[in-house]
Nanobody
Framework: QVQLVESGGGLVQPGGSLRLSCAAS????????MGWYRQGPGKEREFVAR???????NVADSVKGRFTISRDNAKNTVYLQMNSLKPEDTAVYYC???????????????WGQGTLVTVSS
């Protein structure tokens, strides 16, 4: 019953900004690393950014300096602030989190449903 619910996707012009949010819900015992992946049309899913439970971050070289990942542990939410967006950023963005549920024996890798970000002039 653990779910990741994403919001914030949409259409934006090049150079614009969007902030994606992903909230985890359900009978959650703990959340470890949370992150974002994306998949453009005809392309493989690629890593974008991740953040550990302690706040250590990693971002892909393609978005370094433009995207910032953060989290609010009290809200079980991870954010992706996307600035200076480029057409090549167009993709379905997927939230990812490693979560242990109260009624499960191990942590599992959960994925959101994906939210479409379109960068176009």
């Amino acid at each position: 019953q653990v779910q990741l619910v994403e919001s914030g996707g949409g259409l934006v012009q090049p150079g614009g900004s969007l902030r994606l949010s992903c909230a985890a819900s359900g009978t959650i015992f703990s959340i470890n690393t949370m992150g974002w992946y994306r998949q453009g049309p005809g392309k493989e899913r690629e890593f974008v950014a991740r953040i550990t439970s302690g706040g250590t971050t990693n971002v892909a070289d393609s978005v370094k300096g433009r995207f910032t990942i953060s989290r609010d542990n009290a809200k079980n939410t991870v954010y992706l602030q996307m600035n200076s967006l480029k057409p090549e950023d167009t993709a379905v963005y997927y939230c990812n989190a490693i979560i242990k549920a109260y009624d499960d024996t191990v942590s599992r890798n959960f994925w959101g449903q994906g939210t479409l970000v379109t960068v176009s002039s």
